[in-house]
């Protein structure tokens, strides 16, 4: 399903060329305070260094007024950014694997790093004090999409382990990703994989226990990145290269702040959310590095992708790391 939208948004954007031409054209006209269409895959304290870039000012030191919208999906949002009504995007580098391997005349390119890790974590009903991969034979467990890059690492992460998914255990992908916890919760499964806050959530009110962490397992990937057209790049490399100033920036900050300032910063971005469960959060994705500490897209990490997409059988072909893959902005970036 996601492929059959990136191919039809490959066809909406020549019907959105004229417009995306002249907001080019604007952009040079008003690099003093340029406003940057963002969409973000989904809202997320798993991508608390953008926050921290926008509630810090460090976009606005830059002359960029970001506007932020979250697209609920990485089919939309690689849409938005196809279409022209987006002129950044955060998703997952997978994405852009899609959509080159539709031959588009203007390619999506990665051109900043943000998560470097998976940000799901395994709960378990019951505690487990030394967990193995291998408790998971003969379970079952409340997986997330089929060909999302989660359940991809999920699968891939047990493949490594020796255990061999939907054979060796029962993976459950027929529930929605907001009702995933509240499944957990009535009864349903044995094991599920979540996101946080509800993992912590979760374990705060007693109701199950994070016993492994995917992001660990898998290793690192270009997990969560900035991505624009090949087109701005070509027509605007200063908007560019001012957007990666700034998420190098929070990425410095975030890296050097106490658990509490980064909660403190990134509260107006989540007014609901509890302050205990936050700075468990924020604890969690630090200690396991799940933010980069710079904004290149490491060359590395990207093989490593391939071979969870692989494995998922998900990659048709292997797209060259230089077609899809810009490090200029983030090097210059952290030179300054």
């Given at each position: 399903m996601f492929k059959k939208i990136l191919k039809i948004s490959l066809?909406?954007?020549?019907?959105f060329s004229l417009?995306?031409?002249?907001a080019c054209s604007?952009?040079?006209?008003?690099?003093?305070?340029?406003?940057?269409r963002l969409f973000e895959v989904t809202h997320s304290i798993f991508y608390t260094p953008l926050y921290v870039a926008m509630e810090k000012g460090f976009f606005k030191d830059q002359g960029l007024d970001v506007e932020l919208t979250n697209a609920n999906g990485g089919d939309k949002t690689m849409t938005a950014l196809v279409s022209g009504s987006a002129d950044v995007i955060l998703v997952g580098t997978e994405t852009t694997i899609y959509v080159y391997s539709q031959n588009p005349k203007d390619p999506a390119i990665n051109f900043a790093q943000l998560t470097q890790t998976d940000g799901s974590f395994l709960v378990s009903r019951e505690p487990i004090k030394n967990f193995t991969w291998d408790m998971l034979k003969g379970k079952t467990l409340l997986?997330?999409?089929?060909?999302?890059?989660?359940?991809m690492v999920s699968e891939y992460v047990q493949h490594l382990n020796g255990v061999e998914p939907k054979v060796d255990n029962e993976i459950i992908q027929n529930i929605d990703y907001a009702n995933l916890g509240s499944a957990f919760v009535s009864g349903t499964g044995d094991f599920?994989?979540?996101?946080?806050?509800?993992?912590?959530?979760i374990e705060l009110e007693g109701k199950g226990h994070v016993v492994a962490s995917f992001g660990h397992g898998s290793g690192k990937l270009p997990y969560t990145v900035f991505i624009t057209k090949q087109s701005l790049i070509d027509k605007n490399p200063e908007i560019v290269q001012k957007f990666a100033n700034a998420i190098y920036m929070a990425q410095q900050w975030v890296n050097e702040a106490s658990l509490e300032d980064i909660a403190d910063a990134i509260t107006p971005q989540f007014q609901d959310f509890n302050r205990d469960v936050m700075?468990?959060?924020?604890?969690?994705?630090?200690?396991q590095g799940s933010w980069a500490t710079d904004p290149i897209v490491d060359e590395e990490e990207y093989r490593n992708l391939e071979k969870v997409m692989e494995y998922a059988g998900e990659l048709k072909e292997k797209i060259p790391y230089e077609?899809?893959?810009?490090?200029?902005?983030?090097?210059?970036?952290?030179?300054?």
């Open positions: 066809i909406v954007i020549v019907l417009t995306f031409t002249i604007n952009t040079k006209s008003s690099d003093a305070n340029h406003k940057v997986g997330q999409r089929k060909g999302g890059m989660p359940e599920v994989q979540l996101f946080e806050p509800i993992a912590s959530k700075l468990k959060v924020l604890d969690r994705y630090r200690s077609a899809i893959v810009n490090t200029e902005f983030a090097k210059k970036a952290m030179e300054q």
